[in-house]
C-alpha cells in the first residue's frame, strides 16, 4: 500500500490540496526539543489515539462459497508454504467449509487483518485551525502546551507524503477482507481518513505513512514557521516558556512566536503576535 496522496492513488483530487499552512497542538513532553531542535516529528500508532474508531474500518465477508473458499486456502497457503494448493484446498473443504467453520475463521481473520494494519501504521495530525478552544484543551494538556505552525508548500508535505483531509460521516467505512488484495489503492487509504461525524470541529489533515510506522520522521527546518504558547503555559512549568524561546532563537529560521490569550467578552481566544523575543 502506498502512503496516502502517493502519486497513483485515487483519493479525490480535492481532498489533497492543502491549506498554505497546517497547525499541530502538543503538550510538553520527550519529544517536544526534538521538534524544536532537531527538526523530528513524531508519528504515532492509532492504537494510543482517543478514537476507539480511529483507522479502524469495518471489515466483512460478505461472499459467495466460492469467493470464502479462495480466500482461505489463499490465506493458509501463505501460513505454510511447503504444502500443496491442492492439499490444502482438500483440507479446507472437509475440515473449514463442510464442517460450517468458515464464518468462524473469516471473523478471526479479519480480526487479525484489522489489527495488522492498524499495526503498521503511522501517522501525523495536523488540523487547518490554531485556535480551538477544545483542542488546546485535549491536544496541549488544558492549554498548558503549544501549537506548531507549518508552511505545506515543501516535500514533507507533497508530493509524495502529502497530508490528506480526513472526512466525517455517520457511518464507518466497510472494506470487504475477501477483496482486500483488488482494492485500489486510493479506496484502502481513504478507508484509513473517514471519522465519526462528532469529531468534524477539529478540520484534520493526516500523513499516514505504513512504511515507516510510528516513530519519529523529519522535516524541512523552514517548515516550521510558527509557535504559539497556550493560554497557561508558564502555569504547569514556569520555565517551558523559556525553553521554548530559546529553542526557536536557535534555529537558523526562527519562526514567528505567538501568545494565545483570553478574549475578554466572548468565549475564544486570541492569538497574539511576540513581536521580539
Excluded at 490540496?17 to 504515532?44: A, C, M, Q, R, W
Excluded at 494448493?85 to 481473520?109: F, H, N, P, Q, Y
Excluded at 480526513?166 to 487509504?189: I, M, T
Amino acid at each position: 500500500m502506498k502512503k496516502a496522496g502517493e502519486e497513483g492513488n485515487d483519493v479525490p483530487d480535492e481532498s489533497v490540496v492543502e491549506p498554505p499552512v497546517l497547525y499541530k497542538y502538543g503538550k510538553f513532553d520527550e519529544h517536544t526539543e526534538k521538534i524544536l531542535t532537531h527538526n523530528d516529528i513524531y508519528f504515532s500508532s492509532p492504537n494510543v489515539f482517543n478514537d476507539p474508531f480511529d483507522s479502524k474500518p469495518l471489515l466483512t465477508s460478505d461472499g459467495t462459497m466460492t469467493e470464502r473458499k479462495h480466500y482461505l486456502v489463499d490465506r493458509y497457503q501463505k501460513k505454510y508454504p511447503n504444502r500443496s494448493k491442492e492439499a490444502i484446498s482438500i483440507d479446507v473443504d472437509m475440515e473449514i467449509i463442510t464442517k460450517g467453520r468458515d464464518r468462524i475463521v473469516l471473523e478471526e481473520a479479519q480480526k487479525k487483518a484489522i489489527e495488522l494494519l492498524r499495526k503498521k501504521l503511522g501517522i501525523c495530525c495536523f488540523t487547518e485551525i490554531r485556535d480551538s478552544i477544545l483542542m488546546w484543551a485535549h491536544y496541549a494538556k488544558q492549554h498548558t502546551g503549544f501549537c506548531l505552525e507549518f508552511d505545506t508548500n515543501n516535500d514533507f508535505f507533497r508530493p509524495s507524503t502529502r497530508a490528506i483531509k480526513v472526512e466525517y460521516d455517520r457511518f464507518r467505512p466497510e472494506l470487504n477482507v475477501l477483496r482486500l488484495d483488488s482494492y485500489p489503492e486510493g479506496q484502502l487509504a481513504k478507508a484509513l481518513l473517514i471519522k465519526a461525524d462528532d469529531w468534524e470541529y477539529e478540520k484534520e489533515w493526516r500523513i499516514v505513512d505504513n512504511e515507516k510506522g510510528e516513530g519519529t520522521q523529519s522535516f524541512p527546518e523552514d517548515a516550521l514557521i510558527g509557535v504559539i504558547l497556550g493560554c497557561r503555559i508558564s502555569e504547569e512549568n514556569k520555565d517551558n516558556e523559556e525553553k521554548v524561546l530559546k529553542w526557536c532563537r536557535e534555529r537558523t529560521h526562527p519562526p514567528s512566536l505567538y501568545k494565545a490569550k483570553e478574549k475578554q467578552k466572548k468565549f475564544g481566544l486570541d492569538i497574539v503576535r511576540i513581536e521580539s523575543y
